[in-house]
């Protein structure tokens, strides 16, 4: 079968964005093609799916966290939803997430966190060390204090892109294993992609959601550089371990700092936890280290002890898209027919369903979407044209 033809929509890159805007668009009742050479294998693949927008609030950010928690009040029913159009079960962690501390730094990063969620007027409530116990047994004695944030969950976001690409398969999206390698332009417009096959997918518009390949190393790279995307990979490494499922098990995310180094604990509640993550400005490098793995046990076994009990089952390593303001892309591009959505660095899973919500509503009617105003490319490219005047 040619890998080429014709559709309303290209979206290029099938994580857990691009196969939700898949998806989503689909739902509109436009014919959408989705473009990846490996489904779901990218950033999304190492993802720890933690859907926590008060737990990762951080300063300066705060038009970013009016994101996040738009997109987390979306979960429940894009979950719901989801469940009703595929057969893909997708686990969602339920109880709260708890920040700790172990020594003194660590409890002044805590307050200083604390604080923050005051001043914004962020629901979290303070733990002693022995709350912290009360709620999560398998935390350390030596843990000081913490956060109890009610709202903060996780979902598998291995299995949440799977659901995603069955619910579009379902709506008729066509799942084209190859990678673009340029985008066609025609008369200053985007009117598809050129495949590594050499065949040409031709469509109205292209929505780029390639992650870290969204930027010069991507189809978008031969573009002028006020048009390619300000995306750089940040390198993530993750470990997996697996124990027995049941009470005896962790029963929420933990969260916290160790001496110093910030770290996270994510059970599935089916004896899955992820360990994560390193954070490395390396280019596309993606090997996983022996001091990335020691570092990541050594501060997780130092909040919870007993995950030494666990059999480790990887040890992985991918790149989060990052751009200059740790925000997203997503919206329409100076180039018509060209749209992003990408750059969403720490936030892919959190941000897929205001993401796809948004861009699929553009897509159908041609009206921006006022919740992601805020996130458009085009706060770049008038950056990128005065640099390169
Ligand atoms: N949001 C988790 C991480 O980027 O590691």
């Known amino acids: 079968m040619t890998a080429g033809g014709r559709a309303d929509v290209v979206v290029v890159g099938a994580g857990v964005i691009g196969a939700a805007v898949a998806w989503r668009t689909a739902q509109r009742g436009l014919s959408v ?25 951080a300063y300066g950010e705060e038009t970013l966290l009016g994101l996040c928690l738009d997109s987390a009040a979306r979960y429940p029913a894009f979950l719901a939803e989801l469940r009703g159009a595929c057969d893909v079960p997708v686990a969602r962690t339920s109880g709260a997430t708890v920040v700790v501390a172990l020594d003194g730094d660590d409890l002044r990063a805590l307050d200083r966190l604390s604080d923050y969620h005051d001043e914004l007027g962020l629901p979290v409530r303070r733990l002693t060390g022995r709350d912290c ?34 619910a579009g398969a379902r709506r008729g999206v066509r799942l084209v294993r190859r990678s673009a390698s340029s985008l066609l332009v025609e008369s200053g417009s985007a009117r598809g992609v050129r495949l590594d096959t050499g065949e040409d997918l031709t469509a109205d518009v292209v929505v780029v959601a390639a992650g870290s390949w969204s930027g010069p190393t991507g189809p978008l790279g031969g573009l002028p550089a006020h048009l390619v995307p300000p995306v750089r990979p940040v390198k993530g490494q993750v470990l997996r371990l697996r124990g027995e499922p049941g009470p005896a098990g962790l029963t929420r995310t933990v969260r916290g700092w160790a001496h110093g180094a910030p770290v996270y604990v994510v059970p599935y509640g089916d004896g ?16 996983v280290t022996a001091g990335g793995a020691y570092e990541l046990l050594r501060d997780a076994l130092a909040l919870v002890p007993g995950l030494a009990e666990l059999e480790l089952v990887e040890a992985t390593a991918r790149l989060r898209p990052a751009t200059p303001d740790n925000a997203p892309l997503i919206g329409p591009t100076a180039m018509p027919g060209l749209v992003l959505a990408t750059g969403h660095y720490r936030n892919g ?26 996130f458009s490319p085009r706060r770049f490219s008038a950056t990128a044209q005065q640099v390169s005047r």
């Open 33 to 57: 093609v989705l473009v990846d050479p490996a489904p779901g294998c990218g950033a999304s693949y190492a993802a720890a799916g933690m859907l926590a927008p008060v737990a990762e609030a």
């Open 272 to 287: 899955r936890v992820v360990l994560g993550a390193t954070s490395e400005e390396m280019g596309f490098n993606t090997d």
């Open 133 to 166: 116990r009360r709620l999560e047994p398998l935390l350390s004695p030596r843990v000081r204090g913490g956060l109890s944030v009610e709202g903060d969950h996780a979902v598998d976001p291995r299995a949440l892109v799977q659901a995603l690409l069955a």
């Open 349 to 374: 899973v959190l941000l897929a369903p205001v993401t796809a919500d948004a861009l699929a509503g553009f897509l159908a009617t041609g009206v921006p979407a006022g919740e992601v105003s805020a």
